[in-house]
């Protein structure tokens, strides 16, 4: 996308501000629905996810439906200036429903029917699943399609999880039989059937990985999980037919998650196939702020790295769909925000490309699970609480940047993230069991750039390399040769790869190369790897790079050079003064190679060589210590700048050039100072 270009994301010219809401939950109280609508005002929210799990509001019996109610939210949503997501209510269902087709019901891999309860938890197979959520869409879409509180549809909830009943199991033999041409023997030679025994000579014999969802055939375990993903979106695409055929323009979404608590990308389906089918791509972001176990900053910069996943994969803004404005009730220990973090972890959100700051609840149920997860509105129904004070906060913040509503954040680097590649690593068994930590890894390699202020879009392998300078290929265990091909282009053309140890090992099966490491990427980094040392958890190494040492841990790959200048060698073990860290010229461009899992400060020196190199350049001018992050998104006059402390003391900034506040007009230059989690937003003239 050109650096100036907004892309709209919905038809709205406004930052989103608001979230789910349950009116379904209080049909009987006309009183706090009317409330809600004063409180909706008060809190400067426009914008409600409504329907999400309203299926049994909606269609009490079978084929018995009522909408008034929801026809009055949206009339007095409307009224007020607000707009409706309206979600289709697939999430969960009526009891009606599992108790006369209990295939709707999804079976757990060790092929036990589930009991009607909870949510999420539907055959995504099912004809009559599909059937059933086809027709209710279509009838929503009938009725609130043209209605001009409509913003977007917000399909289902957070798709996820597996189905192991029969009609799961018929759809994954079609599934493999359409992948692999009817060829049983192209299935046995890419699952390496004979291992255990697992040839397979009917097609009747091939089921989901068991026991228990995960068998020791790798190729089958991806494949079963690219299945998933893949009759997940099928499902998704049955959901949406009523929606495009009678509101072609109206934007669809479906809310991914994030993996709390290490806060890394949701592991169940690969998310790069599925941002395909969607016109936005919105998630859920739950870290668990002000936790005793990582720093705020080090929190703030995993979710710095989503974000910069998920707007990635449609390179374009993306929705917070949820978050909490407060504390959540789903964690181990379930902490407040603390004064000032709602704001700054609003604004980090926007500061990385979401249009949006919706939560996950507006009003606290009364009843069940969620009745103390935070919200805007507490049981005490009250505008003055803290809670809502600080939503308030927010409101009347993100009334001030509709300029920023579909700008975008232009960057030359790139990290590169797979779905694929991690179930693979996750399933070998080899090198640590605990230590891998394929998306860790990228989030430390992300680290340095985070730091710096640096924009990185972290890609998956179906982008264009070739409008990064830089392109980190940290720990790309599975690559297919196509993948190798790209990066050899890449390399080739005049980019700047980084790889690392454990990359390239086994192709798109989880088979491994023969022959040692594959002969492209040997000729792109002029080195082939030839053991991979695990080291154990308190076992400790060095590299000596540029006169200094630094601490390794975990993994050390042994080098042998083949063209390659040697840039740091080890310091101790049998492979002491051995290349730990290589670099190549290749074609236009340029390949390094670590060897070993460093600490931070390794990345920092190493790819500070590389941002002088490339002339890597920060969002802005502004400078600052360790904690502090400045994020950027361009409009076509001027920058918006995000100055954001992620950290319990107050920090020292300096502006660089004259800067005006983004909120209040003041003009600003010279030295700030940021309170404990204050955020800034400052506006630059280009
Ligand atoms: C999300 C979910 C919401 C709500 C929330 C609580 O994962 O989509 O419905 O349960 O968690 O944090």
Redesign the pocket.
């Known amino acids: 996308m050109p650096k100036n270009e907004k892309t709209y994301i919905t038809n709205a010219n406004f930052m989103l501000h608001g979230g789910?809401y349950n009116p379904d939950q209080w049909l009987d109280r006309p009183d706090i629905l009317a409330d809600d609508i004063k409180l909706m005002q008060l809190s400067h929210t426009n914008t409600f996810s409504v329907g999400?799990f309203a299926w049994s509001a909606l269609e009490p019996e079978e084929g018995v439906y009522n909408f008034e109610w929801l026809d009055k939210i949206f009339e007095d949503i409307y009224r007020i200036g607000g707009r409706v997501i309206l979600a289709t209510p697939s999430g969960a269902r009526p009891a009606w429903m599992s108790q006369k087709y209990p295939e709707v019901l999804r079976v757990n891999a060790a092929r036990v029917k589930q009991l009607h309860g909870g949510r999420h938890n539907h055959c995504f197979t099912s004809p009559v699943y599909r059937e059933k959520t086809q027709t209710i869409n279509g009838l929503l879409a009938e009725r609130y399609g043209g209605h001009p509180a409509l913003l977007m549809w917000h399909i289902s909830?957070?798709y996820g999880g597996d189905c192991h009943c029969d009609l799961c199991q018929n759809a994954f033999r079609e599934w493999v039989k359409v992948k692999y041409n009817h060829d049983l023997k192209a299935v046995n030679d890419a699952w390496w059937g004979p291992f255990w025994s697992h040839t397979y000579s009917d097609w009747s014999q091939i089921e989901s990985p068991s026991p228990n969802g995960e068998s020791m055939v790798h190729g089958l375990n991806l494949d079963w999980r690219r299945f998933v993903t893949d009759q997940t979106i099928d499902f998704f695409e049955n959901e949406i037919v009523p929606l495009k055929k009678i509101t072609p323009d109206v934007p669809i979404t479906t809310?991914f998650?994030a993996d709390t608590f290490d806060l890394i990308p949701f592991q169940g389906l690969d998310y790069s196939k599925f941002a395909k089918h969607v016109d936005v791509v919105s998630w859920?972001a739950?870290p668990a702020w002000h936790n005793d176990w990582e720093s705020t900053a080090d929190l703030a910069m995993k979710v710095g790295f989503i974000n910069d996943l998920y707007r990635s994969l449609k390179q374009q803004p993306f929705l917070t769909m949820?978050m909490?404005p407060s504390a959540?009730?789903?964690h181990q220990v379930n902490k407040a925000k603390r004064p000032g973090m709602h704001l700054l972890s609003a604004m980090q959100m926007v500061a990385h490309g979401s249009d949006s700051v919706l939560y996950?609840q507006w009003r606290k149920s009364r009843g069940s699970s969620?009745k103390f997860?935070g919200a805007v509105v507490d049981h005490d129904n009250s505008p003055e609480n803290r809670v809502f004070q600080e939503v308030a906060k927010v409101g009347v913040t993100l009334e001030k940047l509709a300029d920023v509503v579909g700008t975008n954040r232009p960057s030359d680097v790139a990290i590169l993230y797979d779905w694929d590649s991690n179930w693979a690593i996750n399933d070998a068994q080899g090198f640590g069991l605990e230590s891998k930590r394929y998306p860790q890894t990228l989030q430390q390699h992300y680290r340095t750039f985070w730091e710096k202020d640096i924009p990185v879009d972290v890609i998956t392998k179906d982008q264009d390399f070739s409008k990064y300078k830089l392109l980190i290929v940290p720990m790309l265990y599975l690559m297919s040769e196509d993948t190798i091909s790209q990066l050899k282009t890449y390399a080739a053309e005049g980019g700047t790869l980084v790889m690392t140890y454990i990359s390239g090992l086994v192709n798109e099966h989880d088979l491994t190369y023969l022959g040692g490491w594959h002969k492209d990427l040997q000729e792109i980094f002029g080195i082939k790897p030839v053991e991979t040392d695990t080291l154990y958890p308190k076992d400790r190494n060095a590299v000596m790079f540029r006169q200094k040492s630094y601490e390794l841990k975990d993994y050390a790959t042994v080098i042998e050079v083949n063209g390659a200048n040697v840039e740091g060698v080890y310091e101790d073990d049998f492979y002491a003064n051995t290349p730990a860290l290589t670099s190549h010229s290749y074609g236009q461009g340029k390949a390094y190679y670590i060897g070993g899992r460093l600490e931070d400060d390794f990345q920092r020196d190493f790819y500070q060589e590389l941002i002088d190199e490339l002339v890597l350049e920060s969002a802005s001018d502004v400078k600052h210590g360790r904690g502090v992050s400045v994020q950027a998104r361009h409009a076509s006059e001027k920058d918006y700048l995000f100055l954001m402390n992620f950290t319990e003391q107050s920090q020292p900034v300096s502006l660089g050039s004259a800067v005006t506040d983004a909120l209040t007009g003041e003009q600003l230059t010279g030295d700030l100072l940021l309170e404990k989690y204050e955020v800034r937003i400052v506006e630059k003239q280009k």
């Open positions: 789910d999400i909830n957070e809310n998650m859920d739950y949820e909490t959540v009730n789903w996950f969620e997860h």
